[in-house]
């Protein structure tokens, strides 16, 4: 059975800063691209940020100098630092782990509330 568990969700001044963390079990954790994305009330899943096997990362351009993604294989977790934060973060953030094999495989983590406010 594949699980996803975020944590490191909460609520954080402007400015302020939030580690998440995603920890994965029933899966080879170092062959899946892993992800962070994020959706906002209102508003349709957006990506965040994405960390490949070899360990090359893409970000929003929004998050570019101020998100960083990272994986350890070992612990079979990514992480998402996240500093100088914005209102506009707030967020429900999902972590993501894609497989682009024979057959695709795609699976989600139950989400963690981010909340950026004064």
């Known amino acids: 059975q594949v699980q996803l568990v975020e944590s490191g969700g909460g609520l954080v001044q402007p400015g302020g800063s939030l580690r998440l963390s995603c920890a994965a079990s029933?899966?080879?954790?170092?062959?899946?691209?892993m992800g962070w994305y994020r959706q906002a009330p209102g508003k349709q899943r957006e990506l965040v940020a994405t960390?490949?096997?070899?360990?090359?990362?893409n970000y929003q351009d929004s998050v570019k100098g101020r998100f960083t993604i990272s994986r350890d294989n070992a612990k079979n977790t990514v992480y998402l630092q996240m500093n100088n934060l914005k209102p506009e973060d707030t967020a429900v953030y999902y972590c993501?782990?894609?497989?682009?094999?024979?057959?695709?495989?795609?699976?989600w983590g139950q989400g963690t509330q981010v909340t950026v406010s004064s």
């Open positions: 029933g899966i080879i954790f170092s062959i899946y691209v």
């Open positions: 993501n782990a894609l497989w682009l094999g024979i057959q695709t495989r795609n699976y």
């Open positions: 960390v490949t096997s070899g360990g090359s990362t």
